[in-house]
């Protein structure tokens, strides 16, 4: 049974940073790419990042590019997303998810392109 647990998420000041972990069980972390996705209140999940299961290419929303970076450490099988120069509308519940691939194809985008997902940590960021 596939497990992924979320943590990291807080509340903070526009331009405070945050790192969010996402702990994955039961797969083999390094056969898939993994990413982050993010849902708003009232808001559709949207894709924030992936990373390639070497951790040697990555893909950012445009919305998160140059303010975000998403890092794995294929041993420990965990994900990290590094937040930085934080803003409100970045506030949302952050969800991990295990890509179906092992690289992030075009697909990296959709949601049901995605076999395994975490609870979510909730990030809140104040003006």
């Known amino acids: 049974q596939v497990h992924m647990v979320e943590s990291g998420g807080g509340s903070v000041q526009s331009g405070g940073s945050l790192r969010l972990s996402c702990k994955v069980s039961g797969l083999t972390f390094e056969d898939y790419a993994m990413a982050w996705f993010r849902q708003a209140p009232g808001k559709e999940r949207e894709a924030v990042s992936c990373?390639?299961?070497?951790?040697?290419?990555?893909t950012y929303a445009d919305s998160v590019k140059g303010r975000f970076t998403i890092s794995r450490d294929n041993p420990e099988n965990t994900l990290f997303l590094q937040m930085t120069d934080l803003k409100p509308e970045d506030t949302a519940m952050y969800f991990c998810?295990?890509?179906?691939?092992?690289?992030?194809?075009?697909?990296?985008?959709?949601?049901?392109?995605?076999?395994?997902w975490g609870q979510g940590t909730q990030v809140t960021v104040s003006a």
């Open positions: 998810a295990a890509f179906q691939l092992s690289y992030c194809s075009k697909l990296w985008i959709r949601r049901s392109a995605y076999n395994a």
């Open positions: 990373i390639r299961w070497a951790g040697d290419e990555t």
